[in-house]
């Protein structure tokens, strides 16, 4: 079954450095999302992609962070300068369709663990 | 501003059991509601749709009720199991106006053997 790859699985950084965390969505999927979970919170929406550029965007999405497809096949977060508040489970996702009559149905991947120190 | 609520105690029921969990909104007329189930350090995996013209829609031991007059819908797993134990999150589309789904803080079922 196809499925969104992630890596690193998790990264340790210190307060200040910049992240990039790496995304490998399904093959044939058009939109690309990011994802954050903060440990016991609800998984949140960050940023959505679609036709090399940003299609949608939220709040906790600001200056700090950037999104990029700089190939065929990866899609990549970049956070500039991290901050404590930063730690969390970021998740990847992907889908076919943006809704509509379609519907979301997003696809996950197993998510980056980001610690910041 | 949208707001979707999920129990957030843990339900705990005995393996056999009928387990139920509830998402109420608020504040919006969506489209169409998913269900998703999330293990421990996972992401997300999606398990159900139902639209705003639908009552309920069934997959296997699963079920989902969609009342969009009481702005809730119920998420059944009949004959539960150990194996069902996970949070189960809610899933809305964006109010942007955008289908960007956006969650619930999910409810815990525990099923014990």
């Known amino acids: 079954e196809p499925e969104v790859t992630q890596t690193p699985s998790h990264q340790v950084t210190q307060m200040g450095q910049e992240v990039i965390l790496r995304c490998v969505p399904i093959s044939n999927h058009l939109y690309f999302y990011w994802y954050r979970q903060i440990l016991g919170q609800k998984v949140e929406f960050l940023v959505s992609?679609?036709?090399?550029?940003?299609?949608?965007k939220s709040e906790i999405f600001d200056d700090q962070f950037s999104v990029e497809r700089p190939d065929g096949s990866n899609f990549t977060l970049k956070i500039r300068s991290t901050k404590l508040e930063d730690s969390a489970m970021y998740f990847c996702?992907?889908?076919?369709?943006?809704?509509?009559?379609?519907?979301?149905?997003?696809?996950f991947g197993a998510g980056s663990r980001l610690t910041v120190l | 501003s949208q707001k979707i609520e999920q129990n957030s105690e843990a339900l705990n029921i005995q393996e056999g059991k009928t387990a139920t969990l509830t998402c109420n909104y608020t504040n919006y007329s969506p489209a169409y509601l998913q269900w998703y189930r999330q293990d421990p350090g996972r992401g997300p995996v999606f398990l159900l749709l139902?639209?705003?013209?639908?009552k309920e829609k069934r997959k296997e031991r699963l079920k989902v009720t969609f009342d969009t007059t009481l702005k809730q819908s119920l998420f059944h797993i009949t004959a539960s199991q150990p194996a069902d134990s996970a949070t189960y999150l809610c899933?809305?589309?964006?109010?942007?106006?955008?289908?960007?789904?956006?969650f619930g803080r999910g409810t815990s079922l525990i099923v014990h053997p």
């Open positions: 996702a992907s889908s076919e369709g943006a809704g509509g009559s379609g519907a979301n149905v997003l696809t």
């Open positions: 139902i639209r705003e013209n639908e």
């Open positions: 899933a809305l589309p964006w109010t942007g106006g955008s289908y960007i789904p956006t």
């Open positions: 992609f679609y036709n090399n550029e940003i299609s949608e």
